[in-house]
């Protein structure tokens, strides 16, 4: 059967396993840096992509995959792992929407990140 619906930002449900596996006081500040960083590594990828550079960004989508796998991110993970097996005739420029579902998807999952688990307030 052929999938039309965009898979789930979160799998909230993996992801409550990691947290009662791993602790929140572990897991928590992965997930903060994650979502400090994707949205540049996802424009890193288009910005490789757009300088002929598909191998590089293959490379680089496939990290943001890994690591979105890791994280629960469903939806980055498959817009990553979409540019990770993009053929020769895939279009490189940086609006394609490739590219699109990629950014798209890297910063709704940072802002669920950011909304879901805020910088502590440590006392002084």
Known sequence: MLETADPPLI???ELAQSLDSLGEERLVPILQAFAATVVGEAGDVVNAASAHE???ARRMAHAIKGAAFN???TRLARAAEAVEKMDASADLSPDAPLFAQLTAAARETGD???LRFPE???PA
Do not use: F, G, Q, V
């Open 11 to 13: 799998d909230e449900a």
């Open 54 to 56: 598909p191998d590089r």
């Open 71 to 73: 994280l629960s991110a």
């Open 112 to 114: 669920w990140i950011a």
């Open 120 to 122: 502590l307030i440590r």
